[in-house]
C-alpha cells in the first residue's frame, strides 16, 4: 500500500509540475517588501517573471490582484480587473469617442510609481491593442498586439 501511495504523490506532484502552477519562492527582500506595501493579502503565489523581477498573485479586499517587484525588493506594478461603471468620466470619454469602434475586452487598473493607469485590452475586427489611459485622461499609449503575442494569448 504504501508503494501506491508513493506513486499517486508522484503522479500528483508531476500533474502540477506540468500544470505551471505559481508558488515559487521568491527572495526574502522581494517578500519582505510586499509583505509591507500588502499586509492583508490572501493566498499569495509568487512567479518569476525574469531574472530581475517577480510576480505575486494574491487577493485582498474579495478581489484578484497582481503585484511585481524587482529581485531587490523594490515595487514597480499593481493590476487588477476592473468593472467599466468603475472606469472614471474622462476615461470612458476617451473610450467612447477616439475608440468608439472598438470591443473592449479587458479591463485594468494598474498603479505604478509614476501614476494610476487605466489599461484595456480591445479589438476591431482582426486588429487587437492594449491602451494605457492616464486616470485624468490626459494621455493615451497605444501598443499594437503583434502576432506573436497574439498566438501566445490562444
Not at 478581489?63 to 474622462?90: C, L, Q, R
Not at 473610450?95 to 479589438?123: H, I, M, Q
Request: charged share 35%; proline share 3%; with cysteine.
Amino acid at each position: 500500500m504504501n508503494r501506491s501511495l508513493l506513486i499517486v504523490l508522484s503522479v500528483a506532484m508531476l500533474g502540477t509540475a506540468a500544470c505551471g502552477q505559481k508558488n515559487e519562492t521568491a527572495p526574502s527582500e522581494v517578500t519582505t517588501a510586499f509583505q509591507q506595501k500588502f499586509p492583508d493579502a490572501k493566498k499569495v503565489k509568487w512567479e518569476k517573471e525574469s531574472e530581475s523581477e517577480w510576480e505575486a498573485d494574491f487577493k485582498q479586499n474579495g478581489k484578484k490582484y497582481s503585484a511585481n517587484f524587482k529581485v531587490d525588493g523594490t515595487w514597480t506594478e499593481t493590476e487588477h480587473a476592473i468593472e467599466m461603471e468603475e472606469i472614471p468620466g474622462s476615461v470612458k470619454h476617451i473610450l467612447n469617442t477616439s475608440f468608439r469602434d472598438y470591443k473592449v475586452e479587458e479591463s485594468e487598473l494598474a498603479e505604478r510609481p509614476d501614476g494610476t493607469f487605466y489599461e484595456f485590452e480591445v479589438e476591431k475586427g482582426e486588429e487587437e491593442m492594449e491602451l494605457m489611459i492616464t486616470a485624468d485622461g490626459s494621455s493615451v499609449k497605444k501598443i499594437q498586439k503583434s502576432e506573436h503575442e497574439e498566438e501566445e494569448d490562444d
